[in-house]
């Protein structure tokens, strides 16, 4: 299974971005798609999550409003909009996969950085 994150950068406070994460070697559909982030001396935290059967999705309370999760089944991607974006978003983001929805993440990618200037 490789997860491959891409589409981060500099942005200012505001702005909208979206990165992808395609993956592959798995049934994607079948999958909860989830992102994650990490910003510099802090642990790892939740952002959001799409069920692929379901088609559910879930977010932090941080994101939500602001960040919508979605994903192509047939391109085996899943993306993240981020709109409204503040310093506080900036982050390496990383994409994850797991074939349930509760449990730990199986699958993780390498990670995307995000930059949000004031």
């Known amino acids: 299974v490789q997860l491959q994150a891409s589409g981060g950068g500099l942005v200012q406070t505001g702005d909208s971005l979206r990165i992808s994460c395609e993956a592959s070697?798995?049934?994607?559909?079948?999958?909860?798609m989830g992102w994650f982030r990490q910003a510099p001396g802090k642990e790892r935290e939740f952002v959001a999550a799409?069920?692929?059967?379901?088609?559910?999705?879930y977010y932090a309370d941080s994101v939500k409003g602001r960040f919508t999760i979605s994903r192509d089944n047939a391109k085996n991607t899943v993306y993240l909009q981020m709109n409204s974006l503040k310093p506080e978003d900036t982050a390496v983001y990383y994409c994850?996969?797991?074939?349930?929805?509760?449990?730990?993440?199986?699958?993780w990618g390498q990670g995307t950085q995000v930059t949000v200037s004031s």
């Open positions: 799409s069920r692929g059967s379901a088609g559910s999705t």
């Open positions: 070697g798995l049934t994607f559909s079948s999958y909860v």
């Open positions: 994850a996969a797991n074939a349930y929805y509760s449990g730990n993440y199986r699958y």
